[in-house]
């Protein structure tokens, strides 16, 4: 069963920047389908950006043009950049396959945006 561990989050000010990582143990990293979730306080988690199997990127409306996603396969990794946090960005952010079976959410990293 896959095993996904996601870090890179902190405390930005508003209109900072930040790499989050997943890191996925799994020998079918290739082939999946990958987002990166955000649950904000007392909120439901939302899905923020897809990377496809081919590199094709699919991002929500409240995201775009401030994130990038991306993915090393060779590296079973999945990275997603955020540009002009804000502190509406501010959530627990996790990674999981898009579609099919989820794996077991991973722990997730914190992402605060505050001045």
């Known amino acids: 069963q896959m095993q996904l561990v996601e870090s890179g989050g902190g405390l930005v000010q508003p209109g900072g920047s930040l790499r989050l990582s997943c890191v996925a143990s799994?020998?079918?990293?290739?082939?999946?389908?990958m987002s990166w979730y955000r649950q904000p306080p007392g909120k439901q988690r939302e899905l923020v950006a897809t990377?496809?199997?081919?590199?094709?990127?699919d991002y929500a409306d409240s995201v775009k043009g401030r994130a990038t996603i991306s993915r090393d396969n060779a590296k079973n990794t999945m990275y997603l950049q955020m540009n002009s946090l804000k502190p509406e960005d501010t959530a627990r952010y996790y990674c999981?396959?898009?579609?099919?079976?989820?794996?077991?959410w991973g722990p997730g990293t914190q992402v605060s945006v505050s001045s």
């Open positions: 990377v496809y199997s081919g590199g094709a990127t």
């Open positions: 799994t020998t079918s990293f290739t082939g999946y389908v």
């Open positions: 999981n396959r898009r579609y099919g079976p989820l794996a077991p």
